[in-house]
């Protein structure tokens, strides 16, 4: 059991050793960009909302005026 939770704890420190060393050699520009591609995507996601939203608005009935000479309106 101690032979087992030795090795696990190796393992656990060689994967945070390896994903140090590869995080480290990513080039900034590459964060940049996809801080970019986020901020994209959620104007795409806004815009769908905004479209889908104008979209349905066409199928709303419309309220309905009353016309002029009407016998609804009050003469005066």
Wanted: hydrophobic letters at 55%; aromatic letters at 8%.
């Amino acid at each position: 059991m101690g032979n087992a939770l030795l090795q696990y704890a190796t393992v656990f420190m060689l994967t945070i050793f390896v994903g140090v060393e590869i995080i480290a050699k990513v080039p900034s520009i590459l964060q940049i960009l996809g801080f970019l591609a986020v901020i994209l995507a959620a104007l795409n996601v806004v815009g769908g909302f905004v479209v889908t939203d104008r979209m349905l608005e066409m199928f709303k009935p419309k309220a309905k005026t009353p016309k002029a000479g009407s016998t609804s309106e009050v003469a005066k």
